[in-house]
């Protein structure tokens, strides 16, 4: 990808992750062969699709474009940190359910 600064950049945020092109585009809900397209004949994608992958990787277009969606991280334990990596790794429905458990969670531990 010679000058691809755009693709260039998804690749090293899915690299981050550990996330295959596959993934991203579940979490973008993008088809996968349109995505795979934008690789393979190294083209630009449209601005609403660099905006539903940046709403797969879950930063701003800003973030996406400067490169600082880690500064602005704070700093996380270890189990923080894994409790991340295995949210990342759920599919969209489960990361829904997760959300009302949590939630059920929060609310229970509030009215103690």
Excluded: V
Excluded at 47 to 72: M, P, Y
């Amino acid at each position: 990808m010679e000058n691809n600064t755009t693709l260039n950049r998804i690749q090293e945020l899915c690299q981050q992750r550990g996330w295959s092109l596959y993934k991203l585009a579940k979490e973008s809900d993008i088809p996968y062969s349109s995505l795979n397209n934008i690789f393979q004949r190294n083209t630009q994608p449209t601005i609403s699709t660099l905006e539903k992958i940046c709403a797969g990787f879950q930063i701003s277009l800003h973030d996406f474009f400067i490169g600082t969606e880690t500064a602005a991280t704070p700093i996380l334990s270890d189990e923080e940190n894994e409790l991340i990596q295995n949210y990342r790794n759920l599919s969209k429905g489960n990361k829904k359910i997760l959300k009302k458990f949590i939630a059920f969670l929060s609310q229970d531990s509030s009215q103690k």
